[in-house]
């Protein structure tokens, strides 16, 4: 049993991709947050060893960059 609103709605169409050639650009948000992963990565990784050592780290971040400290 249809309804006659159902009847006149257009059926949905899924959108599509267009290829149109364009030339590739390069994207320079990815860049950066391959750049600032890996210095967090760093981060941790000197936190780890800070932990291992016997100390008790501490990583602070803000817009100048990341900061690490070690307690012994």
């Known amino acids: 049993m249809e309804t006659a ?5 257009p059926r949905y169409e899924p959108p599509t991709l267009a290829w149109r050639g ?3 650009q390069a994207v320079h948000v ?3 947050a391959v750049v600032v992963g890996f210095s967090f990565a760093l981060a941790l990784t000197y936190a780890s060893y800070c932990v ?3 100390g008790s780290p501490s ?7 990341f900061k690490v400290s ?3």
């Open 30 to 32: 990815v860049w950066w």
């Open 59 to 65: 990583i602070s971040f803000g817009w100048s960059g």
């Open 70 to 72: 070690c307690i012994r």
């Open 5 to 9: 609103f159902a009847l006149a709605a």
């Open 22 to 24: 364009e030339a590739a």
């Open 52 to 54: 291992y050592a016997g």
